[in-house]
């Protein structure tokens, strides 16, 4: 089955605490990226790669890490996560990137909560 | 920056009744998508128009888009239950800025 995996889908952390978030796809895409969703604010861009270490800044990149050593992970990760950093974190992956002729297909999401 | 606003922000309708939602945006895109997203969940593509389409369907949606007004329409007739959802419309602009921009979405509740 065609998909998009991420892990963990519910974390709980402290301030200060490095974690990782894995995000894997099966299709073959060559476009990753990472997305954060919170209330009022709707889905914003933190991160994307075209292809295999080639990775750029999305919108809110502060804080965040990514890399695409392997064309089907992308994960992320935050080196010292701050309360602000809570959040619904969705993985997203398509055949190609810009202009983006086709459909993103999304991970179901890792809830992140940090205290 | 925001690039898409969906407008409602939200929608209640019964069963049966068909529901609209717009989609403004401000700059001159390649495409645009509408995604479904159910409570907590990852979104679901919908359907995608391009800037050289001005309405499309598939099942029981139908998308217009016009871009002399930069706006769209998502139009989904004869309303379930489980419609209910948030939908977001996103925008993809070609330029050299790589991304897929989405908007807030719009919350529509159908009742039984």
């Known amino acids: 089955e065609a998909q998009v995996t991420q892990n963990p889908r519910y974390l709980i952390t402290v301030t200060g605490k490095k974690l990782t978030v894995t995000c894997s796809q099966n299709?073959?895409?060559?476009?990753m990226s990472w997305y954060r969703q919170d209330p009022g604010l709707g889905l914003r861009q933190i991160y994307y790669?075209?292809?295999?270490?080639?990775?750029d800044k999305g919108d809110v990149p502060e804080g965040y890490k990514v890399s695409r050593k392997e064309k089907r992970n992308f994960p992320l990760i935050l080196e010292s996560p701050s309360p602000n950093q809570t959040s619904l974190y969705f993985c997203?992956?398509?055949?190609?990137?810009?202009?983006?002729?086709?459909?993103?297909?999304f991970g179901p999401g890792t809830r992140l909560t940090v205290t | 920056s925001q690039q898409g606003e969906e407008d409602p922000q939200a929608l209640s309708i019964q069963e049966g009744e068909n529901a609209t939602m717009n989609c403004s945006y401000k700059?001159?895109?390649?495409?645009l998508q509408w995604y479904r997203q159910n409570s907590g969940r990852g979104l679901v593509h919908l359907i995608l128009?391009?800037?050289?389409?001005r309405e499309k369907h598939s099942g029981r949606l139908r998308v217009t888009l016009d871009t002399s007004k930069k706006s769209s329409s998502l139009l989904i007739t004869a309303s379930r239950a489980a419609d209910t959802a948030s939908y977001f419309c996103?925008?993809?602009?070609?330029?050299?800025?790589?991304?897929?921009?989405f908007g807030k979405g719009t919350m529509l509740l159908v009742s039984p």
């Open positions: 128009i391009r800037s050289n389409e």
């Open positions: 790669s075209m292809n295999v270490e080639v990775t």
């Open positions: 700059t001159s895109i390649n495409n």
């Open positions: 996103a925008t993809a602009i070609f330029s050299g800025y790589s991304t897929l921009t």
């Open positions: 299709m073959n895409h060559e476009y």
């Open positions: 997203a992956s398509s055949l190609a990137g810009p202009p983006f002729q086709g459909e993103q297909y």
